[in-house]
């Protein structure tokens, strides 16, 4: 079996266990599935240092989590997510400058995690990040070490 193929067969292993124990919650057999939170990174010195302003910033961080959302909407977790409109979770961090949110990004690919970069046009700058919706225990280790955004 090759790697690419070994990798996909795991995935969805992955997914049927999260699609069973979402059945298993809502047929009241298991406890409550953890909660759904999106995890979007951004660069704190877009604003500081180059002085964007605040709602461009917000901009970038609207396109990366709506491009993750889009990527990753067959996932049963991103389903889960999209159908709890009214309780959505985001958490949004700071990263101090490119070439950390550069450093996760290719953390998060070496660990499989999907999420998305993006890279903002023409000017090709890499201005956030955004995960598809986790649990918190999912994800949290490759996120501790950046704060919330201020």
């Not at 996932?75 to 309780?87: F, N, R, V």
């Amino acid at each position: 079996m090759t790697q690419a193929k070994a990798f996909s067969v795991s995935r969805r292993k992955k997914m049927n266990y999260y699609a069973l124990a979402r059945s298993q919650w809502t047929s009241g057999k298991m406890a409550a599935p953890p909660r759904l939170v999106q995890y979007v990174v951004v660069r704190g010195d877009l604003q500081r240092g180059l002085a964007w302003p605040l709602g461009a910033l917000v901009a970038q961080a609207c396109h990366a989590s709506m491009a993750a959302v889009h990527l990753h909407y067959s996932h049963g977790d991103t389903q889960q997510y999209l159908q709890e409109l009214d309780s959505m979770h985001k958490v949004v961090l700071e990263a101090p400058d490119e070439a950390s949110l550069l450093a996760l990004a290719e953390s998060l690919k070496q660990k499989c995690v999907d999420h998305k970069l993006w890279i903002e046009q023409p000017e090709n700058i890499a201005t956030c990040l955004a995960l598809r919706p986790y649990s918190k225990e999912e994800v949290h280790q490759h996120l501790k070490k950046f704060k919330l955004l201020k």
